[in-house]
């Protein structure tokens, strides 16, 4: 099984970028899959999940209304797509998943058997 995150970069302020999440070995269809971020010095923390009985959506509140978690079952791949960024937001971001099927407590990282390598997310101007 192998989680492959991508798409960060350097953006300016009140910028876009849309990070995707590839997996194989692992139909993500059948898993909630969050995303995860984690910033020098702070621990890691939960940033947005998407259910896989309904598809229903959770973030945190320091995201809400600008991040957009979703998926593609065909491309096996989840997305979450971060609009007005700030500096605060500058981070490495993980996807994770684990063997569940919903998103409750879904920033209590031992839920999850297996992550992506991060991609780094800057905004700075």
């Known amino acids: 099984v192998q989680l492959q995150a991508f798409g960060g970069g350097l953006v300016q302020p009140g910028g876009s970028l849309r990070l995707s999440c590839a997996a194989s070995?692992?139909?993500?269809?059948?898993?909630?899959v969050s995303w995860f971020r984690q910033a020098p010095g702070k621990e890691r923390e939960g940033v947005s999940c998407i259910n896989s009985s309904d598809g229903n959506t959770y973030y945190d509140g320091s995201v809400k209304g600008r991040f957009t978690i979703s998926r593609d079952n065909v491309k096996n791949t989840v997305y979450l797509q971060m609009n007005s960024l700030k500096p605060e937001d500058t981070a490495v971001y993980y996807c994770?998943?684990?063997?569940?099927?919903?998103?409750?407590?879904?920033?209590?990282?031992?839920?999850?058997?297996?992550w992506g390598q991060g991609t780094q997310v800057t905004v700075s101007s």
């Open positions: 994770a998943t684990g063997h569940r099927s919903h998103c409750s407590n879904y920033g209590y990282t031992p839920f999850y058997d297996y």
């Open positions: 070995g692992l139909v993500l269809d059948y898993y909630a």
